[in-house]
């Protein structure tokens, strides 16, 4: 009769609905490669299908692959989970490897807390069967859960570098890349794209305006005041998304609020990486060269096109705001990428701001084909074309870099590559990245409303940390707060 | 014992009858169990058994019985008495609001003599309920916000000149009470509309020709008389909004995360059991908690709106 009444109860079946479908669908799958595999298996040998990687260990339960597995069948459709823009390489996968039956399945698998992925593994969990053999997610911290054992059932993800994938594939990443599916030594995840933040520029307005480029944080905000007494309404960044403020601009100042130690998460608001980063954000805010309109609202086109000097932040920002006309949009030769801003004195130790991951199943009875399809699409190549943002295998990524650099599109075309490559091989890697709970709410929830109504960050930060540290208790971490 | 005849007369008349009535009673009985049978297989399937399920969660983990160990567990967590808070602060503005508004709608339409703006009334309450829970929330969205809402002034009275102070979390019982009423109340002024038409006419010539006012006739014996209508929409309306979830969800996403994933108790069992703990027992302590705080309150409204009593 009410909203709730019909919305709550059928959301819920909705849910137990959905959760039974994908069982049923993904059993039904699933179940091929099992119950042929008795019969199958010495068909399968005789047939003689060209396979790459570890298998022929059809019916064995361990060692292969470093972990226990059920019988292997070389020929059994695997099902990969993909959102909407990743649809476009599984499909391309298919066309190229018919030998590997693929079966493509839709899902909401995007970044921004939705955690749809971890929500229908753990059901799935529960149900006992019915796993996709590969999953992508557009979040960092999957490996968080998806590496470890969950109530009492063998972890998701498969461990890659004991025979999923060769050792000396996993080595052409770009170091550090795959750093948040890393654990103990372990590789659990193939990482898509990195998302490292640098300094973008519009140059038509700075060649306007007589200005420079900054290069270190004390540049950008004396710039800051520069803009505010010259060119009032002109801004260099916002801080209206969490994503902004804290994964682009505490990240990348270094500032030690969310690090984390094996089982110790520990949040230092006295350091003065943070002190200096929050003092500049005030800074900033106060004399409006920051501006505190999300990036994806109406407000920002509204107000900020064409008004949007510099503004530090990832690379996926090229498609999202630059080349989008729905966004900030910009004419080829307008827009350029500046270095990472770091603290004067100090080395570059730059933020990142997502980068998807793919994840193979350690329930699939196809490992080989899961193998071949994770380095397919982090690095076949139709990689270049079809990734969207910067790829993280490091030869893909050249290749990418390249694409753009001739596109003509970026002001800075000599450099540009230079410039990404050195933010995306120097992303500092004291961040808690891999912490099974998100930096961002804490801003959104506190800081953020915090300054809509006039307040400063610097008065929110003991709210801001606390939040930190109950999200931490939570996840039944200890606590160390400075 | 002027009473005690009649009844021994009246129990002595089906006696007679017997054979023919019992085979009606029986045809109409077999009808009724067809009737409900679907009903009840569905709820033994989707409700008792999820929540015999839930108990036995609830009590255990791994397998293992761990007395109240979830439960200290649930309440224990930082996120559980916020999120008890914001339910009871929104249960007591909706139900209340509801009741009175949608009662005194009712009233207030029935009593409508021209006949063409009674049945337009009603029509116009009964629009907006034709909007699903989730779409009507997408609706408010561009509402509540002052860039893009048609009734931006509306906003700015009370000083709000962007989304984030408008969705302000002090603000949110009141801002899902709108959004509850603006979409269910319609249907309730129906349901009461049709309690006060059963009213006989004669009470009320009656009342009329002793020269009671609307006010009086409203209060002496239309209210007394729609008494378990109001019963039965408070029990509902309670049941509905202590399981608040959908609004608060889209709101958090739409918000960008300004609202936490854990505003209402619902939201809190869910992400327990598939956020980053994936603690299902925890969870499932949660849920059997608002059970109980539900079926308690039911259990008040129905024994004190007498929703159980035959006339």
């Not at chain 1, 019915?130 to 968080?144: F, R």
């Not at chain 1, 609202?297 to 729905?326: C, E, H, M, R």
């Not at chain 2, 015999?52 to 200290?72: P, R």
């Not at chain 2, 559980?80 to 949608?102: E, K, R, S």
């Amino acid at each position: 009769m009410s909203l709730h009444e019909r919305s709550a109860p059928r959301r819920l079946m909705g849910v137990s609905a959905a959760a039974a479908c994908i069982a049923l669908v993904a059993a039904a799958c699933g179940n091929n490669p099992s119950t042929s595999s008795p019969s199958g298996t010495p068909g399968s040998a005789g047939s003689g299908t060209p396979t790459s990687g570890p298998t022929g260990s059809a019916g064995s339960s361990t060692g292969t692959y470093g972990f226990p597995t059920v019988a292997q069948d070389p020929t059994a459709k695997i099902t990969v989970w993909v959102d909407a823009d990743r649809s476009a390489i599984a499909e391309a996968f298919q066309k190229d490897h018919p030998e590997c039956p693929l079966s493509i399945e839709t899902y909401d698998a995007s970044a921004g807390g939705s955690d749809t992925f971890h929500t229908k593994i753990s059901l799935l969990d529960q149900a006992g069967s019915g796993w996709p053999d590969v999953a992508w997610s557009g979040q960092v911290n999957d490996a968080s859960w998806a590496a470890h054992e969950q109530n009492g059932v063998q972890a998701f993800a498969a461990p890659l570098d004991q025979g999923v994938v060769p050792q000396s594939w996993l080595d052409g990443y770009t170091p550090g890349a795959l750093d948040p599916v890393t654990v103990d030594g372990h590789v659990y995840g193939a990482r898509d794209n990195l998302a490292p933040v640098v300094l973008w520029y519009n140059k038509t307005l700075f060649d306007k305006f007589g200005y420079t480029v900054p290069t270190t944080w004390e540049e950008y905000q004396a710039l800051g005041d520069k803009v505010a007494a010259e060119h009032p309404g002109y801004i260099l960044g916002s801080i209206g998304d969490p994503f902004t403020a804290v994964l682009t601009d505490m990240w990348a100042a270094q500032a030690p609020i969310y690090t984390v130690d094996g089982t110790t998460f520990t949040s230092d608001f006295s350091d003065n990486h943070t002190t200096r980063m929050i003092a500049l954000l005030d800074h900033m805010f106060a004399n409006k060269t920051l501006t505190i309109d999300g990036l994806f609202t109406p407000d920002w086109v509204s107000k900020w096109k064409g008004k949007v000097l510099a503004i530090p932040g990832p690379t996926w920002f090229t498609g999202a705001l630059f080349q989008n006309k729905d966004n900030l949009g910009g004419q080829p030769g307008e827009w350029g990428a500046g270095h990472a801003l770091h603290w004067a004195g100090e080395p570059i130790g730059t933020g990142n701001v997502g980068g998807g991951f793919w994840y193979g199943s350690s329930h699939s009875a196809n490992l080989a084909c899961v193998g071949t399809y994770l380095q397919y699409v982090t690095s076949g190549p139709q990689s270049v074309k079809l990734i969207t943002g910067l790829p993280a295998y490091a030869s893909t990524a050249s290749a990418w870099l390249d694409a753009q650099t001739s596109s003509g599109f970026w002001a800075n075309s000599d450099t540009f590559k230079d410039v990404v490559d050195e933010a995306a091989n120097n992303i500092w890697k004291g961040w808690g990245a891999t912490l099974p709970f998100s930096a961002e709410p804490p801003w959104a929830e506190i800081v953020n409303p915090a300054l809509a109504s006039g307040k400063t960050i610097a008065s929110q930060v003991s709210a801001w940390q606390q939040r930190m540290v109950n999200d931490a208790q939570v996840n039944g971490f200890t606590v160390v707060t400075k | 014992m002027p009473t005690a005849a009649p009844t021994k007369k009246r129990q002595w008349a089906p006696l007679r009858l017997r054979r023919r009535p019992r085979t009606g009673a029986n045809a109409q009985a077999f009808a009724a169990y067809v009737f409900s049978s679907g009903y009840v297989l569905l709820l033994l399937v989707f409700g008792v058994l999820p929540m015999v399920y839930a108990l036995y969660l609830s009590f255990t983990k791994s397998g293992q019985f761990v007395g109240l160990d979830n439960y200290v567990k649930a309440v224990g967590d930082f996120r559980f008495l916020p999120a008890v808070q914001h339910v009871a602060a929104f249960l007591v503005i909706w139900v209340v609001t509801l009741t009175v508004l949608a009662t005194l709608l009712a009233l207030i339409v029935h009593a409508m003599r021209v006949r063409w703006l009674s049945s337009t009334a009603r029509f116009l309450f009964f629009i907006p309920g034709a909007f699903a829970g989730a779409a009507s929330v997408m609706l408010w969205l561009f509402l509540l916000n002052p860039s893009v809402s048609p009734v931006s002034f509306v906003l700015k009275w009370f000083g709000y000149t962007n989304f984030v102070q408008a969705i302000d979390l002090n603000n949110l019982p009141l801002i899902f009470t709108v959004i509850a009423f603006w979409t269910g109340a319609g249907a309730w002024i129906i349901i009461m509309y049709a309690a006060l038409h059963n009213i006989s006419n004669e009470i009320m010539e009656a009342a009329r020709c002793d020269g009671a006012s609307a006010i009086k006739t409203a209060w002496y014996i239309q209210l007394p008389l729609i008494r378990k209508w109001i019963a039965y929409m408070v029990v509902i309306s309670v049941a509905v909004g202590t399981q608040l979830f959908a609004e608060p969800k889209i709101l958090a996403q739409a918000s960008r995360n300004q609202i936490p994933k854990h505003y209402s108790l619902n939201q809190l069992a869910y992400v327990t059991a598939f956020g980053p703990q994936a603690d299902f027992n925890s969870s499932a302590a949660i849920s059997m908690m608002l059970l109980v705080v539900a079926a308690g309150l039911a259990a008040f409204f129905v024994f004190r709106g007498g929703l159980f009593d035959r006339d």
